[in-house]
Structure formats: structure tokens, C-alpha cells
């Protein structure tokens, strides 16, 4: 049998009609090529096909991991958000109670003996006032958001 090139769209149409269930003998009288090159063409495909598939699948496996990577980052930071939140909302609830804040260390000589020493009144209610039992100086509270 003389050497004859086959186009590749000859090739696709002999594995298509493998695949759609053909004898092989009849394919091959039909493209006039041996019964060895319809098995070869098909086996070829077979692979190919395989290999398509498999990495399609991976690439859907990895999409899948980064999305969930990406949500789980996403969740993370909304997490810290939420906790940084919680955290704030319980500082301006406990500014608002400031007999209940108390210096732990004196401004001026950073003693740590610090004792209440009456209250004094402004336009926002009763403010303790505290005393460094170390160098005896006042210590009043400054609110931070006084506006
Ligand atoms: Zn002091």
C-alpha cells in the first residue's frame, strides 16, 4: 500500500465516526486508510481527550481552592473589622462612664499609687478626680471625644 497523507480533518472525521459507534472496517473502506491507522487516530484521541479533561479538571480544582482562599481572607478581614468594631464600641461605652476610668500610672512621675480625690462637675455630668500618693499631684481625667 502506497504512502498517502491524510489530512487532519479526515483524522477528525474518522475518530468522529468511531466515536459515534461505526465499524471500524467500514470507516476505513469509507476514508480508504488501513484498519491499523483508524486504531492509531482513535487511541490518540482517546489520550488527548484524557489529557484535556484532566487538567480542565484540575484548573476547575484550583479555581475552586483560590475562591475559597479568597473567601476565607475575606472572611478573616471582616472578622478583624468586627472585633476592632466591638472594641471601639466598648471604649466609647466605657468613656461615657468616666468615674469607672482610672489612671494606672501618674502623668508627671509615672508612679503607679493612684487614689480618688473627690469629683468636680462639668457641663457633661460628675468627673472623678484622682491623686498621685507618690509626688501628691492632681490627675484629671481628659476625655478624648469630648465633641
Ligand atoms: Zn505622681
Redesign the pocket.
Known amino acids: 500500500m502506497p504512502y498517502k497523507e491524510v489530512s487532519l480533518a479526515t483524522k477528525m472525521d474518522v475518530v468522529k465516526d468511531c466515536f459515534s459507534g461505526e465499524k471500524v472496517t467500514h470507516i476505513a473502506q469509507k476514508y480508504n486508510v488501513s484498519r491499523e491507522s483508524v486504531y492509531t487516530w482513535k487511541d490518540a484521541a482517546l489520550e488527548a481527550m484524557e489529557n484535556a479533561l484532566q487538567s480542565y479538571q484540575t484548573n476547575q480544582a484550583n479555581l475552586l481552592k483560590n475562591k475559597l482562599k479568597n473567601m476565607e481572607e475575606k472572611y478573616q478581614k471582616l472578622s478583624d473589622d468586627y472585633k476592632r468594631l466591638t472594641q471601639k464600641t466598648q471604649l466609647s461605652v466605657s468613656s461615657t462612664q468616666s468615674n469607672e476610668i482610672r489612671p494606672t500610672r ?1 502623668p ?2 509615672s ?1 503607679n499609687h493612684i487614689i480618688k480625690n473627690g469629683s468636680y462637675e462639668t457641663q457633661k455630668g460628675i468627673n472623678q478626680r484622682f491623686r ?1 500618693r ?2 501628691n ?1 492632681r490627675i484629671f481625667i481628659v476625655k478624648k471625644n469630648s465633641n
Do not use: F, Q, R
Open positions: 501618674c508627671d512621675c508612679g498621685c507618690d509626688c499631684k
